[in-house]
């Protein structure tokens, strides 16, 4: 399959939530899988991460741009193996994932970005956010309680929080992005049956018990709050700089895909090249190289 006939058969522009439009969940299918078969994916996944390699070899090597990817997604939507999956062939010296958890008091004692500024990627590098500073308009936002643990100004608390918050992340992705951090953004929709059936997996089969927690039946009662609060983050903070991909996720298989082929066609399209070598450098690696050839053998 040629790249023309992959790409209409991936559909991309049904994953992709249009900037400036109101966005309903409703409109994106859990179980899409484009016009892949389980096993074709497979085979297509595999030579994605080996491009993904390449292409993450120049971009540390020219050392202009980082690649930040965020991940969002209720709970069991597959946020772990799909970064464990398509970030499988990377060179783990140019690549961090942090994985963001409640604030601690050292983090309540700061701004909410103020955390996300420390791992930030450095230039070359890939930086992964399993869950991000996004948390701060969901969780937050459906459990309004734990702005008070917030210590924030009082007239903060006076007016549109939300919507303050939505335009600060906007013009923080906006700072981003004008210094060569290059932000993907990833929702990993899965549905409500989907995630029944993978919580009851993980009650069920041992191994899997560690996975699970009391609070994500507590949060899924809360589903249609959730959908709503990610709703308005997709309306108000996909921009043209750092729009959102909501992914498929009912078919772990494709959602990988699909993740590698985004991030894939972000790379291609920043025209990456390894750096040029000055004549003069050109010149001593000759040198270098004829004084090896010439050293007697042992």
Not at 8 to 19: T, Y
């Amino acid at each position: 399959m040629d790249s023309k006939s992959f790409i209409a058969a991936m559909q991309p522009e049904v994953m992709m939530a249009k900037p400036g439009k109101k966005i309903k969940l409703k409109d994106f299918d859990p179980g899409f899988t484009g016009d892949f078969k389980k096993k074709e994916a497979r085979e297509y996944l595999e030579a994605g991460i080996e491009e993904l390699a390449r292409y993450q070899d120049i971009l540390y090597a020219q050392n202009t741009y980082a690649l930040l990817l965020i991940f969002q997604a209720m709970d069991a939507a597959g946020k772990d193996s799909t970064i464990k999956h398509v970030m499988s062939g990377v060179n783990p010296q140019g690549c961090q994932v942090f994985s963001f958890k409640p604030p601690s008091a050292e983090e309540l004692d700061h701004d909410y970005l103020w955390k996300s500024f420390r791992c930030l990627p450095e230039r070359g590098n890939i930086g992964i956010f399993n869950r991000s500073y996004y948390e701060e308009v969901l969780v937050v936002r459906v459990h309004p309680h734990l702005l008070d643990r917030q210590q924030l100004p009082p007239s903060t608390r006076k007016g549109n929080i939300w919507k303050q918050r939505f335009e600060e992340i906007n013009n923080f992705e906006k700072y981003l992005v004008n210094n060569g951090i290059v932000v993907m953004k990833f929702f990993l929709n899965v549905s409500k049956a989907e995630q029944k059936r993978r919580f009851l997996e993980r009650i069920n089969r041992p191994e899997k018990n560690w996975k699970f927690a009391l609070s994500d039946v507590e949060d899924r009662a809360r589903w249609d709050d959730y959908q709503t609060a990610y709703e308005d983050v997709f309306t108000n903070t996909g921009t043209d700089w750092a729009p959102w991909h909501i992914i498929p996720a009912d078919n772990k298989w494709f959602t990988r895909l699909a993740v590698a082929h985004f991030i894939h066609q972000k790379l291609k399209s920043l025209n990456l090249t390894y750096p040029e070598v000055e004549p003069n450098h050109l010149e001593r690696l000759q040198e270098s190289k004829q004084r090896l050839e010439s050293e007697p053998e042992d």
